[in-house]
């Protein structure tokens, strides 16, 4: 079966995101100072070809874990449907 997986990658919470500080600046000088705490991370979309949902699940752990994400740094979080 081919599943598709949605993944998001975050800087976690308690870390510096210099680059949400800075879009943050960016929208206070538009005059839109009502948004705050922006932060910034990558969408990632991946096909995976499995037996099952629970391998499909294991291989993109695996990948979140192995190279998409850096646990030291950033978080991740996922979905994942059957492709049509």
């Known amino acids: 079966m081919k599943y598709?997986?949605?993944i998001d990658v975050?800087?976690?919470?308690a870390l510096l995101d210099p680059q949400g500080k800075?879009?943050?600046?960016?929208l206070k000088n538009m005059g839109?100072?009502?948004?705050?705490?922006?932060?910034?991370?990558k969408h990632i979309t991946l096909?995976?070809?499995a037996a099952s949902v629970e391998v499909a699940k294991t291989k993109v752990e695996d990948?979140?874990?192995k190279l998409?994400?850096?646990p030291i740094m950033?978080?991740?979080?996922?979905?994942?449907e059957e492709s049509k």
């Open 63 to 65: 990948a979140c874990k």
């Open 32 to 41: 839109l100072s009502e948004i705050e705490n922006v932060r910034i991370g």
């Open 22 to 26: 800075a879009v943050s600046h960016g």
């Open 47 to 49: 096909e995976i070809e």
């Open 4 to 6: 598709t997986a949605e």
């Open 68 to 70: 998409l994400s850096n």
């Open 74 to 80: 950033e978080s991740f979080h996922y979905s994942l």
């Open 10 to 13: 975050m800087p976690l919470k």
